[in-house]
């Protein structure tokens, strides 16, 4: 872990990476500023792609991770890749924060059946919600998985 710790750091941008890489895997909490600090360089340069890994590993500590709450808000909101909205989304609920209940009632329209999927299984007991989990469990074109999700959480 060292030698990510100094790899992070390297204005040499692949370096850089390299060390990112290692530390969202398996970097310990003293890790956390440097990943933070990552997924700020990420927002402030608009770099959309990628931004996920940061997310997966700020998401394995939980709560400690609360501090990118807001960025991870702001990238699931605001990615033009769709790809990368379910991984915002479990860091998001690794993390416990606010507002969750609404991101899983939004992703029930979700492109991703990734973030679809999530919010089939965890978006909140709304009439309005539970109506849309039904569409989604009667619509041949959705995908199996999701309709099964759907059927099981209907029927629970």
Known sequence: MPAAREWAASDTRW???LGHDVLERHGGKGDLPVL???LERDWVEQAWCGPMYTARGLARFGPEAADA???LRRFWLQTPHSSER???LDALAAIGAAGLPEAYQESLWDCEANARLLAVEHA???PYTLSRVAE???DPMEKPEIRKAAEARLAS
């Open 15 to 17: 370096l850089a990476q």
């Open 36 to 38: 933070l600090a990552e």
């Open 69 to 71: 709450t807001s960025l």
């Open 86 to 88: 379910a991984p915002y």
């Open 124 to 126: 909140p007991d709304r």
């Open 136 to 138: 989604l469990r009667d």
